[in-house]
């Protein structure tokens, strides 16, 4: 937990840049969704905030949950137990916002709970297996898995998960909210 401290406290400033720096090289943020643990590379990862209040957004596909002020940035905010195809959880004081920039777009990603910042080596990553998998809807966001001790940890493609559908359909209600408000 000690790096999630870390990384948390370097991330509130908004000058911090957790990306493009050696020491991060390996290294992924971990968090819960459903009975698996997920990680990410901290190279996406720009912070990590506590659950806030949702602007929902009509129309949206059901994982999208909406639109939050950041600081004056208005992002997206996908629920990642829906994107998989989970079931949806009830939003507590252990629920997190990973805040990640994926194609030049910021985007935040509702977490059950982080749980750790871990380094797994290149050697340690083996591929997504392909066998035994008729349900791929979780599948096909996960591009290896992590050996991290006696655990694994599915890691993610975060260009997968968020579809450029959904960033547009944010922008255009980001842009709707800023010019007033339009016909469709």
């Known amino acids: 937990m000690d790096g999630t401290n870390e990384l948390i406290g370097n991330a509130e400033s908004p000058e911090t840049s957790l990306s493009g720096c050696d020491a991060q090289k390996g290294k992924y943020v971990t968090f819960k969704s459903g009975n698996e643990y997920f990680g990410l590379k901290i190279q996406y990862v720009n912070e990590i905030i506590v659950f806030q209040e949702i602007t929902a957004i009509p129309e949206s596909e059901d994982y999208l949950k909406g639109l939050i002020n950041l600081r004056g940035k208005i992002i997206p905010v996908i629920d990642v137990r829906l994107r998989f195809g989970q079931e949806p959880f009830e939003y507590n004081d ?6 990640i920039n994926v194609k030049s777009t910021v985007v935040g990603l509702i977490v ?10 290149e050697e340690n990553i083996l591929p997504s297996p392909s ?7 979780q599948n096909q966001y996960v591009y290896g898995i992590g ?3 006696d655990t694994v940890k599915l890691l993610l493609d975060p260009d997968k998960l968020i579809r450029d559908e959904d960033l547009s359909a944010a922008g255009q209600a980001d842009e709707g909210k800023e010019e007033g408000e339009e016909e469709a």
């Not at 066998?131 to 809807?137: A, C, F, L, N």
Request: with cysteine; charged share 30%.
């Open 147 to 149: 050996k991290v001790g």
């Open 94 to 99: 252990r629920t997190c916002i990973i805040v």
């Open 131 to 137: 066998i035994g998998h008729t349900d791929k809807s």
């Open 112 to 121: 059950e709970k982080i749980a750790e910042v871990v380094e797994i080596q």
